[in-house]
Antibody, heavy 118, light 108 residues
Framework: QITLKESGPTLVKPTQTLTLTCTFSGFSLRNTAVGVSWIRQSPGKALEWLALIFWDDDKRYSPSLKSRLTITKDTSKNKVVLTMTNMDPVDTATYYC??????????WGQGTTVTVSS | SYVLTQPPSVSVAPGQTATITCGGENIGSKSLHWYQQKPGQAPVLAVYDNSARPSGIPERFSGSNSGNTATLTIKRVEAGDGADYYCQVWDSSGDHPVFGGGTKLTVL
């Protein structure tokens, strides 16, 4: 059974850097074609894909946020970390990580809510 | 960047068939996935690769994809099907996933 859980601060100040961790079980990032995506959802808004890291350390970023995002993995610890710099109140959202098989985000974490406010 | 267009809302009476569309240029050439998100919950994969259903998704849910429009069809709609539905493809030019804007399905 695949499970993922997001963790990180619930409140960050504007201009700070956000660091979120996705801790997963039931799969390995050593497996071919496996990846972990990060997706966010601002209150009342649509899903927005942010970043994806594959088993071979191939990384993809949202073009609109690429300059602010970094995604890394720790395969031995079953963790994927997303950092987002220069946080702004518009970045207030629920952040999800998801197991990704090629192009399919087939299992999602419960999400973690981040508020950006001074 | 590739754009997916969904109607903001669809309403249907219980027992009827709901049809949710997702439009995009030559979308029929892409592998398309649908996600269901109930209020206060994380999204769940409902249909993948245009028409395949993950385990646990009722047979009432089906998908198709051709030309410039993909469609999610829910037959014999139940109150519990009320949710937001999102389509998603891989943008081959940008080499990353893309979501549609979502459709709120209201069961009357």
């Amino acid at each position: 059974q695949i499970t993922l859980k997001e963790s990180g601060p619930t409140l960050v100040k504007p201009t700070q850097t956000l660091t979120l961790t996705c801790t997963f079980s039931g799969f390995s990032l050593r497996n071919t074609a496996v990846g972990v995506s990060w997706i966010r959802q601002s209150p009342g808004k649509a899903l927005e894909w942010l970043a994806l890291i594959f088993w071979d350390d191939d990384k993809r970023y949202s073009p609109s946020l690429k300059s602010r995002l970094t995604i890394t993995k720790d395969t031995s610890k079953n963790k994927v970390v997303l950092t987002m710099t220069n946080m702004d109140p518009v970045d207030t959202a629920t952040y999800y990580c998801a197991h990704t098989s090629l192009t399919i985000m087939d299992v999602w974490g419960q999400g973690t809510t981040v508020t950006v406010s001074s | 960047s590739y754009v997916l267009t969904q109607p903001p809302s669809v309403s249907v009476a219980p027992g009827q068939t709901a049809t949710i569309t997702c439009g995009g240029e030559n979308i029929g050439s892409k592998s398309l996935h649908w996600y269901q998100q109930k209020p206060g919950q994380a999204p769940v994969l409902a249909v993948y690769d245009n028409s395949a259903r993950p385990s646990g998704i009722p047979e009432r849910f089906s998908g198709s994809n051709s030309g410039n429009t993909a469609t999610l069809t829910i037959k014999r709609v139940e109150a519990g099907d009320g949710a937001d539905y999102y389509c998603q493809v891989w943008d081959s030019s940008g080499d990353h996933p893309v979501f549609g804007g979502g459709t709120k399905l209201t069961v009357l």
